[in-house]
């Protein structure tokens, strides 16, 4: 049984398919497919049902599952050292984020951290907070932006930093709202609104608001990407929070709340007290401008538009 074998089992399980799982381990996907066969006859037993459209574990699978990311969390401690030797000269760091990121130009930096460091591979995982924290917890993911629902990270993490990102309420153009520039929150009881899914941080944002003000928002649609997101609001099915920035790039009208003004916290989280991985350590450097000292369990008060210790 060889690590390699592992980690390919542990990719399909991430990426929910053999196909993805290729793509994301930058090989062809019959060599994947043979790697976990192989593993498969090595351990005696079928690791997924392949009878259906999609990719289901066994039994034998869910008890692999586990073992499987303890062993690659290991060896990958294994290969951080080395890399710390070798002075960042190869390695790999992954990265989580919330969708609805805009209070750091994630490409942009991450493009600046490729050309100071060309040997370091990065991953993106892109996926709702509670999923963020399980690979913060489990070792899949070095560091993440997140939108946390409380003030308290789970133990074993800690924020690196904190930013608050500005609300706005976006409309179709045309819209009254949109010629008057600004409302209270409860002017808005007889909008439909356009929603996030549950559990993404600006849902989680949005829902704290309401209940703050005691708007009671009539849900008319609700999904899981910003960009229908926008084009719903566009085709004036609703009006929706959404994040400053992502209001004025789609060029949609961006309607002031007064009394109060919505935000959100968003923090840069990784495992306590700060990460073992040398090439996390010089990403987390880079996003917050070197303020790295860790506050365990922080997430807030918010630290104003720039990034801070947390």
Known sequence: ????????????????????????????????????????????????????????????GRALLPRAR????????????????????????????IQTLTCVDL??????????????????????????????????LDLAFLAPD???????????GTWQEDL????????????????????????PFIDFRAGTGLETAVRRLAAHCGLERRITCDVTQIGLLVELVRAGIGVAFVPRRIGEAAGLPCVTIR???PGRAVVLAGRAPRPRNPAAGALLKRLTGGLTDAAPGAAGP???????AG
Do not use: C, W, Y
Not at 26 to 37: E, N, Y
Not at 78 to 96: F, T
């Open 107 to 140: 490409a942009a930096e991450l493009a600046a951290f490729h050309r100071e460091l060309p040997g370091i591979q990065v991953s993106v995982r892109e996926a709702p907070v509670a999923e963020l924290i399980e690979g913060l917890r489990a070792g899949e």
């Open 70 to 97: 303890q062993l690659l969390a290991g060896a990958t401690a294994a290969k951080e050292a080395v890399a710390q030797v070798s002075g960042l000269g190869a390695g790999r760091v992954a990265i989580g984020t």
């Open 168 to 191: 706005v309420l976006v409309t179709a153009p045309g819209h009254p709202l949109a010629r008057a520039g600004r409302t209270l929150i409860k002017d808005l009881a007889d909008e």
């Open 150 to 160: 409380a003030r308290e990270l789970p133990d074993g993490l800690a924020s690196f």
């Open 259 to 261: 009394q109060p003004e």
């Open 302 to 308: 918010p630290a104003g538009r720039r990034a801070a």
């Open 1 to 60: 049984m060889e690590i390699r074998q592992l980690r390919h089992f542990v990719a399909v399980v991430n990426e929910g398919g053999f196909t993805a799982a290729a793509r994301a381990e930058l090989i062809v996907q019959s060599a994947l497919s043979t790697s976990v066969r192989n593993l498969e006859r090595e351990l005696g037993a079928e690791l997924f049902d392949r009878t259906g459209r999609r990719v289901v574990l066994t039994e034998a």
